[in-house]
């Protein structure tokens, strides 16, 4: 993450493999699928009826011939029927007697053997056992094609915190959707890919290159050295993941146990920095009850391509089509009232009663609709009049649209993932859809969109790219570069002591008041002794006493939920949420 803590890393993997060679036959392949099914222990549970057929096919090659009647093959010479026909009949034909006579397991391992291209390495068991893997290596030499090999996978060090972003994986080679992406960037169709999220997106970062040798009259020689993927550092902060995480469940389970929210069924949190783009922290949740009591799921993979009608958080937007098709003008005022129209229901801002005379900082402080009513009805080219007939001479909705993508609402955010969705854009206008409009009820919107549009706003109108991506390291097969000296370690030495008493020591002493309190082991005294004797134990002095304090303070309420009541003597207070 931003702070370097690892987030994803690799684990070694013993892994049995086949790729058909030369000079292997059908046969062979049987007889393999046999010995194989004899060491190692599969789900076999997985076998299904077309697998068993599969391999009795392949096994009685010649006797299933005897299943097609002479008339079906004359019809084949013919061509009143086709060959996969003939291969149909036979399958269909198989009788209940026959398939009992197939060994399942070893229909199964045939199944894995041969599921796939024919040139690509088939995996038959990853996380094979030790004594499967020193089995099948002692054997090599009778399993033609069986490779052993020592792969790896990905270890999610957080378990399911942000795997729809990371992404998936190919199991071993290239998927055929993605056949051609991947070839034209150099890739092997043997190679494993990213197919999701960041894994996709930035897979050419973290793919590593294999060795390459030249064959010698003295044997091969390594003219090309293996060389391990890129890291990666994201502008998460995990810490403020975990804690968003945490909090988004305990709410949303709390507000599902209060009254009207049956439609309450999901929750979208970004959290960004509005200088840069970069995302610290996002989550999407859904809730729902199983056996009388919710249960709270994890839904970021489907942040991207959500969008919902986000309601009144967009008429700041609104406000700026106003301004800039001049209906209004810094401090304009308008009356808060209900909007009738002719042949339409009344419309009308949260209080029916009217909001009184509004400016504009005070139309968008007290949410007014009627004040957005009325500048959605200048921009269409009508004043309002009550009861009166809206037609729209100008086209309000283009106006409207294009301000709103100004903001980042209706695009693409540019954010660094495989799939965005733009929302869903209304295709009618007629009149009175663009009262709604304005107050965000039309057009919807993602929580991306709405990030980088507050974003817009607090970065002072610049629209900036939402970014995952920090930072790309080189690989050094274990050496540090310069340049990863100069950027990682040399502000943390130069820095040694600041970094200690803003991170180290407010940390050891929050957890030694917090472990004292819950082991319920802290002695009569003040929080200045407490501070005190945490201290001591790393041998840390000359801090500043108040900046570290403040952190502690912090750190007991956000990571602990601990409240200090009394500082003399000592009084702690457990925060219930």
Known sequence: DRNHKLLVDNIGVKSIYYKRISGVSLDDEVSIA????????????LVTESMIKDLWLIINRRVSNNKITSDEWEKLKIRKITSSDI???????????????????QAYVYYLMNNGYSYQEKMIKKYTSDIEYAIINSKLDELKGVVTRLSWDRNYIYNDSLRGIFGELTKSGVTSDLKEHYLNKGYKLTDRVGISGLEYVYDEYLRGTDAIYKSTSEGLKNIVSEKRGNDI??????????????????????????????YFKKAFVVISDPSTGDILALSAKSINEVGGEYKVYDY???????????GSVIKGASMSVGYKEGVIDIGTTMKDECIKLYATKTKCSWLRSGL?????????????????FKIAMKVSGFDYIYNGSFDLSKDPFSKYRSMFNSYGL????????????????????????????????????????LTQYINTIANNGERLKLNLLKEVHESTNGDISDKEFNAILKPFLDNYDE???????????????????YR???????????????????????ENEEKVKAEVFKLLRVKYALSITNENPLEIKKIEY
């Open 233 to 262: 550092v994201l502008t998460i902060d995990i810490d403020l993941q975990l804690a968003l995480e945490e909090i988004m469940e305990k709410e949303m389970i709390k507000t599902k146990n209060e009254p009207n929210t049956e």
């Open 499 to 517: 970094y200690i008493e803003s991170y180290v020591m407010p940390e050891v002493i929050a957890y030694y008041i917090a472990n004292s309190y």
């Open 300 to 310: 970021t993979s489907f942040l991207p391509i959500s969008s919902v009608t986000v």
């Open 356 to 372: 009184g005379n509004l400016n504009d900082i005070d139309a968008l402080r007290l949410s007014s609709n009627s004040y957005q």
């Open 87 to 105: 291969e149909l009949y036979k399958r269909n034909r198989i009788t209940s007697d026959e398939l009992k006579t197939i060994d399942k397991k």
């Open 34 to 45: 046999k010995r194989l099914s004899e060491i190692l222990d599969l789900n076999y549970n």
């Open 520 to 542: 319920n082991a802290t002695y009569e005294g003040s929080f200045l002794q407490h501070y005190n004797s945490a201290k001591d134990l790393i041998n840390m002095f000359g």
């Open 410 to 449: 209706g695009v693409k955010t540019g954010i660094d993932l495989k799939d965005e969705s733009i929302g869903i854009v209304g295709n009618n206008d007629t009149p009175g859809l663009i009262l709604d409009f304005s107050i965000g009820q039309y057009d919807t919107y993602t929580p991306l969109q």
